[in-house]
């Protein structure tokens, strides 16, 4: 499901897609990394698909949405949520200078 446009109703997501992620996944995706990322017990060698493999796993156990997430969806989602951040941090690196 979605929120309509006024953020008000619940509207049934496309066929296909699980919907928009809500603002509680985006935090747990964003806990996900930084728990998979510095974990000193794996390091940094390991495939993608291996580090994409962890991710899912770390956010199904602890996702309460009731929303499955498939990997590539995870993917998607964390680039564009990397790609916010960097823009931020650069806007904020040159205020900063």
């Not at 446009?5 to 066929?15: N, Q």
């Not at 291996?50 to 309460?64: I, L, P, Q, S, T």
């Not at 998607?76 to 904020?92: E, F, V």
């Amino acid at each position: 499901f979605e929120v309509d446009e006024d953020g008000e109703g619940i509207v049934d997501a496309p066929k296909g897609r699980a919907g928009n992620y809500t603002n509680a996944e985006d935090i747990l995706l964003c806990n996900t990394w930084l728990q998979v990322s510095r974990d000193p017990s794996v390091g940094g060698d390991q495939s993608r698909d291996a580090y994409w493999g962890r991710m899912k796993e770390h956010f199904d156990v602890c996702n309460v949405s009731g929303i499955d997430r498939s990997e590539r969806s995870l993917r998607s989602r964390w680039s564009t949520i990397n790609k916010d951040c960097q823009k931020w941090a650069a806007a904020q690196k040159a205020v900063d200078k």
